[in-house]
């Protein structure tokens, strides 16, 4: 575990720049409502703001003002970021992102989570906060070791956590692969957590079996079903190249900024609560931070590989208990988001303390929704701290 600094060398930033400059841009025609794809009046704007007015500067200044470090575990690299707590007992919290996230996503909700009194908050609900980026992603890199999913990461993060930071056990919280890092956590290493919380439900057999039963279904949760059919239909084609050829696709996206802005932008606007408008949710600074991450790292195609190594090496339980997922969890239901799944059926597969309907939002819920999901996840472990 060694201090690390962020810093992205002038000579890519200056690459990087004349790259979008000489952007190519595809002719494009009846696409008004990015039917065939991101359309390219947005990309083109967001490609020229990245260019000639995004300032990575001074992001990278507000990255390193947290304690960034790096190891490595069983080879793999890791980065990660770690808020103490300020508060009587704050206990451990690691927090586990998705695609195509970074762990900066996260940073609207570290200092509330970390520092409630400063937020309005309660010093007692305060967390150690630790928030790594996933294995082969942004600053967890070079990623050279193949095999490395979401079941491998929660293995990962649990010697993280206990090995190397030393704490005997912890929280975790997640979203897209970060809710199944998370749900993996719970099924396997129940016994090292107070609980864990997750604003995506979804089966850890995801990608092996079909979804619940439209029986689970009830009331008003019926019309998930229509929507979560539309989604592995019509939206989830990236899951399938990145599932299945993940190299291919690569070296466009590590050749082409405005590839790789195409790429993320579409899936920016699709899966969060912005009613078709990305910049309800995202800044243009927001945007650029993650895809000049992405870019700096020469992380896409490893990130890309996640999907792949997800499928070619299933998940498989470690026990036949149920509920599946052990641990006490809490799970908060963002109406945007990509899947849907009932309460009946979460009832079932987790050990369910709480199940929090919320108001707005979507995919990206610690960026849409910060404050939602901060209060949502002092509120689910408030009593599951120790005495």
């Not at 000489?22 to 991101?38: H, L």
């Not at 029986?215 to 899951?239: C, K, L, P, V």
Request: glycine letters at 6%.
């Amino acid at each position: 575990m060694e201090p690390f600094s962020i810093h992205v060398a002038d000579d890519v930033l200056d690459d990087l720049r004349a790259r979008l400059r000489n952007t190519r841009f595809a002719p494009e025609f009846a696409n008004d409502d990015w039917a065939y794809g991101t359309r390219r009046q947005d990309l083109e704007a967001m490609c020229r703001y990245w260019a000639e007015e995004f300032d990575w500067r001074a992001v990278e200044a507000r990255m390193n003002a947290y304690e960034n470090f790096k190891t490595e575990i069983e080879g793999v690299p890791i980065h990660f970021v770690r808020a103490p707590g300020k508060g009587p007992r704050p206990i451990p919290l690691i927090l586990s992102h998705g695609w195509p996230w970074t762990y900066w996503d996260f940073h609207k909700v570290i200092e509330p989570l970390s520092d409630p009194a400063s937020f309005g908050g309660d010093p007692a609900d305060a967390f150690d906060v630790i928030v790594p980026s996933l294995p082969g992603y942004g600053f967890s890199s070079p990623l050279e070791t193949t095999g490395i999913n979401f079941w491998r990461t929660a293995d990962l993060w649990d010697q993280l956590m206990r090995d190397v930071l030393g704490y005997e056990r912890y929280a975790a919280q997640g979203g897209d692969w970060g809710a199944l890092v998370t749900n993996q956590l719970g099924h396997r290493y129940a016994d090292h957590l107070y609980g864990i919380h997750v604003n995506l439900a979804v089966p850890l057999s995801v990608f092996q079996e079909e979804m619940p039963d439209h029986s689970f279904y009830e009331g008003d949760e019926r019309q998930h079903i229509e929507r979560n059919e539309r989604f592995f239909t019509d939206g989830s084609g990236y899951s399938a190249i990145q599932s299945t050829r993940p190299q291919t696709l690569a070296y466009g996206l590590h050749d082409s900024p405005a590839a790789l802005m195409a790429w993320i932008l579409e899936k920016r606007r699709a899966w969060s609560d912005c009613g078709g408008e990305v910049a309800r949710r995202f800044s243009p600074d927001d945007l650029c931070t993650t895809m000049t991450i992405y870019w700096a790292t020469q992380t896409y195609g490893t990130s890309a590989r996640y999907y792949y190594e997800c499928v070619h090496n299933p998940w498989t339980p470690d026990h036949d208990r149920q509920p599946v997922v052990t641990a006490p969890t809490s799970i908060a239901v963002f109406p945007g988001e990509v899947v849907l799944l009932p309460r009946r059926w979460a009832e079932g597969y987790y050990n369910l303390k709480r199940w929090t309907p919320m108001k707005e939002g979507g995919h990206f819920a610690p960026m849409e929704e910060p404050e939602a999901l901060v209060t949502d996840i002092r509120d689910s472990f408030r009593d599951l701290r120790p005495a």
